[in-house]
Each structure stands twice: as C-alpha cells, then as structure tokens.
C-alpha cells in the first residue's frame, strides 16, 4: 500500500503542474497573437495525443489480460476507417462502439 503521504504530495505536484501549463498557454500567452506556425502545429495535438491513449485500451486491454481479441482490434479499424472516410469525430466513435459492443453478439450467434 502507498504511503497517504505519498499520494498526497504526487497530487498536490501533479495539480500544481497543471496548473503552471495551462497558465502558460491561457494565462501569459492568452491575450498575445500566436505565430502562424505555431497555431499551425497546435492543430495537430489532439490527433497525436488521442492515438496514444487509445493505442494500450486496444492492444494490451486489461479485460482480456491484455491479450489481442477480435471485437477490439474491429473497433478500433472501424473507427479508423469511418473517422477516415466521413472526417467526423462522433461517426468514428460511434462506429468504434457499434463494432466493439456489436461484434460479441454476432460471433455468439
């Protein structure tokens, strides 16, 4: 077991880290004219963050014992492909959802 001490002062650090990046973005550069090359490259976070996340949900997925299964993998090429395709978010997720909750169903019939 961790230590109350411990996890209170990760916490506390982790909050107090947040905090100073989102001051450093809305608080000192909030009323400033970013560059175009940066808001340029801004752009592209999200697309390189959300991969990262998803990426060990779909290949190491703690409900299998992180083993590889079908419905996974099917989801995640699912909303691959539809995000690809249609260039909408809410289409990709929920292509991802139908397939993943979807693809149980068929296999047990």
């Known amino acids: 077991m961790i230590e109350p001490v411990i996890v209170w002062t990760v916490t506390v650090a982790l909050?107090?880290?947040t905090f100073l990046?989102?001051?450093s973005f809305l608080g000192i550069l909030g009323r400033r004219e970013l560059p175009d090359w940066l808001?340029?490259?801004l752009r592209y976070v999200a697309v390189a963050v959300l991969p990262g996340l998803v990426a060990p949900l779909v290949v190491w997925p703690q409900a299998t014992g992180g083993a590889l299964d079908a419905p996974r993998?099917?989801?995640a090429a699912a909303a691959v492909l539809v995000g690809a395709l249609s260039r909408n978010f809410f289409g990709a997720v929920a292509a991802?959802?139908?397939a993943l909750y979807g693809l149980p169903f068929l296999l047990a019939a």
Do not use: S
């Open 96 to 98: 991802g959802a139908a």
């Open 39 to 41: 808001l340029r490259h």
């Open 73 to 75: 993998l099917t989801a």
């Open 21 to 23: 990046l989102r001051l």
């Open 15 to 17: 909050g107090i880290g």
